[in-house]
């Protein structure tokens, strides 16, 4: 019977993982991936649950991402050593891109949503083979963006730094100065003390042992600090236990508005249906549309006004500080007063109180969470996430799409710069589409499983390669570590403080911020200088519609491209002391007053074809003695049927002037596309030379041999002019 062979396309694109799994016979190679892979697993169970809070997503949801993304992007990708999962950048952007929907109270069904909809993106432009697109968001754009969105991360993290609760306001910036002031006129010590122990530890662990996992002993040692110096506790309790009537009355209008936005997000769905459909049968313009319309900015306008009520009376709640005072047998029966309001012949537990959540009970009676201390992680669910399919809503695909194109870009060029500087220092063949092919597969299937968008991890593939991992078994080890965690582990992540996820994040994103980048652009080129500060300064100033400035720094960028294409240099050639044609003007070399040689450094097309005929026209125009022009074409890479029109037009134009115009050197695709529009056989053949010096000759033999002797063209005429010692290295040239 023959073997089924599966053809070598579909095992690249479905089975690549086949390339590495047999080397996993060696025992060398199979410990070294083992190890690598719980390395880099102590550092993604703390980093994942830190920004899945970025996310604005429960802690938990970050292990539910760190649970199968990785191993199905290892499996699937063309990377051996890129570790897939939650990532500063994408956790941002998820945020800032729910954030319009976050009324509706389905937050986390549609960050799930959104991993879908980023894997589908991804998975197609890797099947089809169009990874050629990341090309349009260039590197300006990508170091402008991600050393704004460092900044943006570090600072969004300093309300849990400092232990204060503060309302979001329109822009990040304005947050941030709100959350200052608020730092400064009083901030939860035993909260800071958490930060500020956190960083510590990270700080010296990198500097003098760098190969421990500073994270997960950072965590370690301030979940004991929580749990031991009851610096955290939790309770959910009935409403019924606060002795305060302004508290009660606070909590049932908060919990009321809470349901109303719901119930007035599923009417804007159905205005907005009702509104598309008339649309359909009478019309954009039609009065019933108009009518449609009114009803759904007025639905819209009042539930931006509800929730900005909303925001306010659970801002009040926060701030609340509560006293409990035992009950009579000592036990969890007591009552909770507000602070300094404790009746006489009564006594506290010694604790400030504050309340953290709100939320309907079994009975449908209001139940809060009340804490005391730090804020801490408090109940991780035990267990792996079920199998569940995304919720697909039409609506909110519609206005997440654009959201999910640039996760999808921007986590990829995250992950995939740090995927070829590790080919390189592994020698592998590195797949861009099929690398899009593993990440779209990991997001999808990671959207089956509660996982909100992930990408490849600069910091978490770096530990990886640094941990000797050899092949993609390392993240099946990663993963499997994690499903340890969620089973046996989640009742030690308990008492995990809030503060220390905050510093967490903030140590993983300071190596993001790299001014040095900026100032290399700039020094490179100054429109992508100009490129990478302009889209910085507007994600500073747009946070948290991050997606704009992203879309600014494209357009931006090609606008500069166009700008540069639009008019390429043009250099009048002449001959040099060392025998070569150089730029006359720069090189500060005598031209001749009857033969011009123009070099054109750039595709010849339908933008820049003026320039070009305006830029002869007035070199003609200076020089009245001029008899032949010579195209010194090997810059010119390509050409359009504008560039070919234009050409043809000012040869027959200079040659009614007394100007013959010649073309040298000129470029094989370049010249084929001339022949076959017949352009060749229309101006001449005799006019198309392989050699600049045979077209040179040509018009020597016309102009009379005394001509030759004397131009500044001819190579010995300039080699004795310039008669100096000349240095073999270009670099040694004048500028």
């Not at 001959?575 to 010849?604: P, V, W």
Request: charged share 20%; with cysteine; aromatic share 8%.
């Amino acid at each position: 019977m023959r073997k089924l062979r599966i053809p070598i396309d579909l095992r690249q694109v479905f089975l690549p993982f086949l390339k590495w799994l047999p080397e996993l016979r060696q025992p060398a190679t199979l410990r070294a991936d083992i190890i690598a892979g719980i390395t880099v697993a102590l550092v993604l169970v703390p980093q994942s649950m830190a920004y899945a809070q970025l996310a604005g997503l429960p802690a938990f949801y970050g292990l539910y991402a760190a649970f199968l993304p990785p191993l199905v992007a290892a499996l699937f990708g063309s990377s051996r050593q890129l570790a897939t999962g939650p990532v500063a950048v994408v956790s941002l952007l998820t945020a800032s891109s729910l954030a319009p929907l976050a009324a509706s109270g389905n937050f986390i069904a549609y960050a799930i949503l959104l991993a879908f909809m980023v894997g589908v993106f991804q998975l197609m432009l890797g099947l089809l083979r169009l990874g050629v697109i990341l090309n349009f968001l260039s590197h300006p754009v990508v170091i402008g963006f991600t050393n704004a969105a460092a900044i943006i991360i570090a600072t969004s993290q300093l309300e849990k730094l400092f232990g204060v609760s503060i309302e979001k306001s329109a822009h990040h910036y304005e947050t941030v100065w709100d959350t200052v002031v608020e730092a400064v006129s009083g901030s939860h010590m035993p909260t800071l003390i958490i930060a500020t122990v956190a960083i510590g530890i990270m700080l010296v662990l990198r500097k003098y042992k760098p190969r421990w996992p500073n994270v997960l002993i950072a965590v370690a040692v301030t979940t004991i600090m929580s749990w031991g110096m009851g610096f955290g506790q939790v309770k959910t309790i009935t409403l019924d236990r606060i002795d305060d009537t302004s508290v009660k009355r606070l909590t049932k209008q908060s919990e009321f508005k809470k349901i109303w936005v719901q119930q007035q997000a599923r009417r804007i769905a159905e205005a907005e249906k009702t509104l598309t459909k008339i649309i359909e049968k009478h019309g954009k313009e039609s009065a019933q549309a108009l009518a449609a319309s009114h009803t759904l900015d007025k639905l819209k306008l009042e539930l931006h006004r509800r929730n900005l009520v909303t925001k306010k009376g659970l801002l009040s709640l926060k701030k609340v500080k509560l006293e409990y005072i035992p009950g009579p047998d000592k036990k969890e029966n007591g009552r909770y007063v507000l602070s300094g309001h404790i009746p006489k012949g009564k006594k506290s537990d010694g604790k400030i109180w504050r309340i953290e959540k709100i939320f309907k009970g079994d009975h449908k009676e209001n139940r809060i969470v009340v804490a005391t201390g730090i804020a801490i992680v408090a109940d991780v669910p035990q267990g792996l996430p079920g199998f569940s399919i995304p919720r697909f809503d039409i609506s909110a695909i519609l206005q997440l799409i654009f959201a999910a194109i640039t996760i999808a870009l921007i986590g990829f060029m995250e992950a995939i710069s740090i995927a070829k500087a590790m080919a390189v220092r592994t020698r592998q063949r590195l797949d861009v589409n099929q690398e899009l092919v593993g990440q779209g597969l990991s997001n999808i299937v990671g959207s089956f499983f509660q996982s909100y968008p992930v990408s490849g991890s600069f910091s978490r593939s770096a530990v990886n390669i640094s941990a000797g991992a050899i092949t993609g078994f390392s993240s099946v080890v990663t993963s499997l570590v994690v499903i340890i965690t969620l089973l046996a582990l989640t009742p030690l992540l308990f008492y995990l403080p809030q503060a220390t996820l905050a510093a967490v994040i903030i140590m993983a994103v300071i190596g993001l911020v790299n001014v040095k980048s900026i100032i290399h652009a700039w020094k490179v080129q100054r429109h992508d200088g100009i490129v990478a500060i302009m889209t910085f300064i507007l994600t500073l100033a747009v946070a948290p519609h991050l997606e704009w400035s992203i879309l600014f720094g494209i357009m931006l960028s090609m606008v500069f491209y166009l700008y540069r294409t639009m008019r390429p240099r043009i250099a009048e050639l002449s001959r040099h002391q060392d025998g070569a044609l150089r730029d006359a003007r720069i090189y500060g070399l005598e031209t001749c007053k009857e033969i011009m040689i123009l070099r054109f450094d750039g595709s010849l097309y339908f933008a820049n074809t003026s320039y070009f005929e305006d830029s002869v026209l007035e070199k003609v125009a200076d020089q009245p003695d001029l008899k032949y022009i010579i195209v010194y074409a090997e810059g010119i890479n390509e050409i359009d049927a504008t560039g070919e029109e234009m050409l043809e037009l000012l040869v027959e134009r200079l040659k009614q002037t007394g100007v013959e115009v010649y073309f040298t050197r000129m470029k094989l695709q370049v010249l084929n596309v001339l022949r076959q529009s017949g352009f060749v056989d229309r101006v001449g053949r005799d006019r198309f030379f392989r050699r600049t010096e045979f077209a040179l000759d040509h018009a020597w033999a016309t102009l009379g041999d005394e001509h030759e002797v004397d131009c500044p063209l001819n190579v010995v005429c300039a080699v004795n002019k310039y008669g100096e010692n000349i240095s073999p290295h270009l670099v040694d040239q004048k500028k």
